[in-house]
């Protein structure tokens, strides 16, 4: 029950203002709050259980910056998705499983390496136990992701949609540069490479802005 309670409130407080929480709220504002919170609850219990089981030798497998790398572009991919909207013909018939599934790869993408995982990892060690940590990290993650559920909720019923729409696709278009900015050699990161890639960016979110009538918040 100690490493229950203890991991539960640790994790609590880790995840308060984290990316994974408004990641959670940005999703909120694009899909059911109910497949956003089962996606999140599928993403993190096999997240935490691969750091419980496995810890830091996952990374020696897969680099942890490719790792971050490939969640920083899904991020970006998801904001210029949340742009474009779902007006094309047909896309409201597409399966209930694919925001399910969206939620929870980019989900655990977000959660690889991130301070809650690592602090499963930490916290299976210094208990020497797995189920209570398990236990006690999910719970934790699912108690103040829920509160970003909400907060996501909320603007989605207090704020006109098409700013909604701009809102949530910042938010992942910025976790995404932030991610790489992050998880990128810096070789790569001259003024040239930067002004190329924010340029390009513009031109993208122009064009699918166009394309998807979400120009005229």
Same mark, same amino acid.
């Given at each position: 029950?100690?490493?229950?309670?203890?991991?539960?409130?640790?994790?609590?407080?880790?995840?308060?203002?984290?990316?994974?929480?408004?990641?959670?709220?940005?999703?909120?504002?694009?899909?059911?709050?109910?497949?956003?919170?089962?996606?999140?609850?599928?993403?993190?219990?096999?997240?935490?259980?691969?750091?419980?089981?496995?810890?830091?030798?996952?990374?020696?497998?897969?680099?942890?910056?490719?790792?971050?790398?490939?969640?920083?572009?899904?991020?970006?991919?998801?904001?210029?998705?949340?742009?474009?909207?779902?007006?094309?013909?047909?896309?409201? /018939?597409?399966?209930?499983?694919?925001?399910?599934?969206? $939620?929870?790869?980019?989900?655990?993408?977000? %959660?690889?390496?991130? /301070?809650?995982?690592?602090?499963? $990892?930490?916290?299976?060690?210094?208990?020497?136990?797995?189920?209570?940590?398990?236990?006690?990290?999910?719970?934790?993650?699912? $108690?103040?992701?829920?509160?970003?559920?909400?907060?996501?909720?909320?603007?989605?019923?207090?704020?006109? %949609?098409?700013?909604? /729409?701009?809102?949530?696709?910042?938010?992942?278009?910025?976790?995404?540069?932030?991610?790489?900015?992050?998880?990128?050699?810096?070789?790569?990161?001259?003024?040239?490479?930067?002004?190329?890639?924010?340029?390009?960016?513009?031109?993208? $979110?122009?064009?699918?802005?166009?394309?998807?009538?979400?120009?005229?918040?």
């Amino acid at each position: 029950m100690v490493a229950f309670m203890t991991a539960l409130i640790f994790v609590i407080l880790a995840e308060m203002g984290d990316k994974t929480q408004l990641l959670a709220m940005a999703f909120a504002t694009r899909y059911r709050w109910q497949t956003v919170m089962w996606g999140v609850f599928a993403a993190t219990l096999l997240n935490h259980l691969l750091a419980v089981l496995v810890g830091s030798y996952l990374t020696r497998i897969i680099p942890l910056n490719y790792i971050e790398i490939a969640a920083a572009v899904s991020f970006i991919i998801f904001g210029l998705w949340t742009i474009r909207g779902d007006e094309l013909a047909g896309e409201d /018939k597409v399966s209930n499983y694919s925001p399910f599934w969206t $939620v929870c790869i980019a989900f655990f993408l977000a %959660e690889m390496g991130d /301070k809650t995982q690592l602090a499963t $990892v930490a916290l299976a060690a210094q208990f020497n136990t797995i189920l209570p940590v398990w236990a006690g990290t999910t719970a934790g993650m699912m $108690v103040a992701d829920g509160i970003g559920i909400i907060v996501g909720v909320v603007l989605c019923k207090r704020i006109p %949609e098409k700013i909604v /729409k701009w809102i949530s696709a910042l938010i992942f278009i910025l976790f995404g540069f932030y991610g790489l900015y992050e998880s990128v050699p810096i070789h790569f990161l001259t003024t040239t490479n930067i002004i190329a890639v924010l340029a390009l960016m513009t031109v993208a $979110v122009y064009v699918i802005a166009r394309r998807g009538g979400g120009s005229t918040i």
